[in-house]
């Protein structure tokens, strides 16, 4: 009897030893476990060549001239709305970049039909977007600080709950750098273009064509150039349905720029008289783009 529980415990001394083995190699197990590398604070960053520097690359911006000081951008914080195709994206590139923060908005959930997305993997499946870009981006760098609104700017508590997040509580101004707009939906666009306006906030619409042919990139800076509801994209202004907005913007010259002008009627517009210039401009800048792509 002795010897046999001797065997036993001999056996289940050796069955844990193999778990541990394997709890030691697996992935999975230790994404969970291991703690992430070190943080680096802004002081921290190096310019030093070194294969254990994540920044070495990045400050050799600064050793070029093109930048003056890389070490600014850690008191950066940037707004992206939407974690789709574009967002997710200029989140991963941000936070590798070592932004000081990225406050990231989405309504949806991720799901299986997203695995061609950068970095939402399947055991994301059901987690808010933003939830599950929060996981990953922790993970590719915790230097930067993240936050997570699973939230719907279009609706009317949404709306409020979105402007209050870019608002600083004691100055009442914006207290990000930059709001990204990276949705697939007019309305949304307008919402953030009303949000910006409301907080003299500088912000940068883009959108891609459903072929992912073509696209657009659009800067609006209150105060300076006309807004999103005065110079929307030429297919919208045009009259055509929001939903080409995601198809094939061809057919549009330069000739129909100035025929779709009108007169800023936004409450919040900080510039009712946008020049004609401005606006024939911008719709020339989005005929190229459509001449490139179906030439």
Not at 157 to 174: C, I, M, N, Q, R
Not at 205 to 216: K, L, R
Not at 250 to 268: D, E, K
């Amino acid at each position: 009897m002795e010897a046999a529980g001797e065997d036993s415990a001999g056996a289940l001394a050796s069955l844990r030893a193999r778990c541990g083995e394997f709890v030691s190699v697996s992935p999975d197990v230790a994404r969970q476990n291991k703690p992430a590398r070190a943080t680096i604070t802004a002081d921290e960053m190096s310019a030093e060549v070194i294969d254990s520097n994540p920044y070495s690359r990045l400050m050799a911006l600064q050793r070029m001239g093109i930048v003056t000081e890389y070490k600014q951008i850690r008191a950066k914080t940037v707004a992206v709305v939407g974690i789709g195709g574009v967002g997710s994206v200029a989140c991963e590139m941000l936070a590798r970049c070592g932004i000081g923060k990225v406050q990231m908005y989405d309504f949806d959930v991720v799901e299986l039909a997203n695995m061609n997305r950068l970095f939402f993997r399947p055991e994301h499946a059901g987690m808010s977007k933003t939830d599950a870009a929060v996981t990953t981006l922790t993970e590719i760098n915790p230097d930067v600080e993240y936050e997570s609104w699973n939230m719907n700017i279009t609706t009317v508590d949404g709306f409020a709950e979105f402007v209050d997040s870019l608002t600083d509580p004691d100055t009442k101004k914006s207290k990000v750098d930059l709001v990204l707009a990276c949705v697939d939906n007019y309305e949304a666009r307008h919402a953030i273009n009303q949000a910006c306006l409301e907080l003299e906030q500088t912000w940068m619409e883009s959108g891609v064509s459903e072929d992912a042919v073509s696209g657009h990139i659009q800067v609006m800076i209150p105060g300076s150039t006309a807004c999103f509801a005065c110079v929307p994209p030429l297919v919208v202004a045009s009259g055509i349905d929001e939903k080409t907005l995601k198809v094939r913007p061809y057919g549009l010259s330069q000739i129909q720029a100035p025929a779709v002008y009108r007169p800023c009627v936004t409450t919040h517009c900080l510039r009712p008289s946008h020049s004609r210039a401005a606006v024939t401009t911008t719709h020339i800048t989005y005929a190229l783009f459509a001449h490139a792509a179906h030439p």
